[in-house]
């Protein structure tokens, strides 16, 4: 591991790190932060490569004996990382690493045991709902999540915090043709989507039999599956709820629906 003190908080070494808040738009970056100890040490563990670490002078002796020895560990002053992140950060350690492509649906598929469960989200406007669906996704053993290029970016810091670092570990892949992704692993692999919806009309969950290679479609948080989402899907479910009630959260929902869509395949 390499130490280097950091005297001015301009130097371009530490500039990926710099007002994070006021520059989440991530996606077209080919560089990443996550923040924290947890979330390093999951990144640490992941499949993304390191390339550097950021860590308060109060903090770096903790951590710095877990880090690979050719990763350059960039070190300021307790009062200084929060000038250099834009707000008041005291995790004591940042880390930066390079985005690499996950394999896509079709080669997950491929590799499954047959049996399968995807989740897509054509669009979602929160990243804090897209990040918790991510750790209930990997919770519950699913093989993926297919998101739509209007969807956040699965590896921006507010999706990586909330999924407490389950993004690094289960694919969070973006198709830009969603629909056409979709159609091919409808014709090539035999997958059956299904669309979550708050309709009484639809079927409960708790009274249909999931097929073996299911992709369960979740909507927006304001106006649901859209139709033409729902025209692809062979058949919606929905959570009963009491009469007058509201819909659930998107990933409160997603919660309930993979919990009982997947439990059949935990151990006892």
């Known amino acids: 591991m390499t130490r280097e003190l950091i005297a001015d908080l301009d130097d371009p070494r530490i500039a990926v790190y710099r007002s994070l808040k006021a520059t989440n738009l991530t996606r077209g970056l080919g560089q990443f932060v996550v923040e924290g100890e947890k979330l390093v040490e999951r990144l640490l563990a992941s499949r993304f490569p390191l390339v550097s670490i950021l860590a308060t002078d109060r903090y770096v002796t903790h951590i710095e004996e877990r880090l690979p020895a050719d990763v350059p560990v960039y070190v300021v002053t307790f009062e200084q990382i929060h000038a250099v992140v834009g707000f008041p950060f005291h995790r004591g350690v940042l880390a930066c690493a390079q985005r690499t492509a996950w394999p896509s649906a079709e080669e997950i598929l491929r590799q499954s045991d047959g ?24 919770v519950f053993g699913i093989n993926a999540i297919l998101a739509g290029p209007s969807c956040p970016d699965p590896l921006s810091r507010r999706v990586l915090r909330v ?7 289960l694919p969070v892949i973006v198709a830009d043709r969603l629909e056409e992704t979709a159609g091919r692993l409808t014709s090539a692999f035999d997958v059956e989507f299904w669309a979550a919806v708050a309709k009484p009309s639809a079927d409960s969950f708790e009274q249909v039999s999931r097929p073996d290679r ?12 859209e139709p033409d989402w729902r025209a692809r899907c062979r058949q919606s479910i929905t959570i009963p709820m009491r009469p007058g009630a509201g819909s659930l959260n998107v990933s409160v929902a997603a919660g309930i629906l993979l919990y009982n869509l997947t439990k059949i395949t935990r151990q006892p």
């Open 163 to 169: 999924s407490m670092g389950s993004a690094l570990r």
């Open 115 to 138: 049996r399968a469960t995807l989740v897509v989200c054509p669009r979602l406007s929160n990243p804090e709902n897209l990040g918790a669906i991510a750790r209930i996704g990997d």
């Open 214 to 225: 299911l992709a369960l479609v979740l909507g927006d948080e304001d106006r649901g599956v």
